[in-house]
């Protein structure tokens, strides 16, 4: 299995990310996490089931309406009770990479996630984009490309793996 860090330094190497689970309070963690990819000029996209924009940016209803998004990485700030069917149709939608906010998962998608083979991918275990991402963005930019190709590979084996 990937290690947490590894996993970070995967999620953050995508070009493209959605967030669901931030709305028009400026308060609530779903709009901090948005805020902060607009901060360092992420293409970033905001899931809302009825607000149309949010921060600036153009939504989409739902993430079966991203229009890439099996090079979209994923993050969710919502209850448990949504996370797990969120992490239901982002595997059926072959999202790469997601990255569960602290407090947004529970022992069901802890087990989701284990018995549908997405450790690899899945950031649940309190990882904090906000607390954590520049962190990881700061040695990435301090590591050889080679690293990146190396995890590459690595996942795209085990998704090879994965298919048959």
């Not at 308060?27 to 905001?46: C, E, F, H, M, N």
């Amino acid at each position: 299995m990937a290690t947490s860090v590894a996993k970070q330094k995967f999620f953050l190497t995508h070009k493209k990310y959605a967030v669901v689970g931030a709305s028009t309070d400026q308060s609530k963690w779903g709009t901090k996490i948005l805020q902060w990819y607009i901060a360092r000029d992420k293409d970033v996209t905001p899931v809302h089931p009825t607000n149309s924009e949010l921060e600036g940016h153009k939504t989409v209803k739902s993430i079966d309406e991203l229009a890439s998004p099996t090079e979209t990485a994923l993050s969710i700030i919502t209850p448990a009770k949504l996370t797990i069917k969120l992490l239901e149709q982002a595997k059926a939608k072959g999202i790469p990479a997601i990255w569960i906010q602290p407090g947004a998962s529970d022992k069901d998608c802890a087990d989701y996630i284990t018995n549908n083979e997405m450790t690899d991918y899945v950031l649940w275990q309190g990882e904090c984009l906000w607390r954590d991402g520049d962190g990881i963005l700061r040695t990435m930019d301090h590591e050889p490309r080679s690293f990146f190709l190396h995890v590459l590979l690595n996942l795209r084996d085990l998704l090879l793996q994965s298919c048959h």
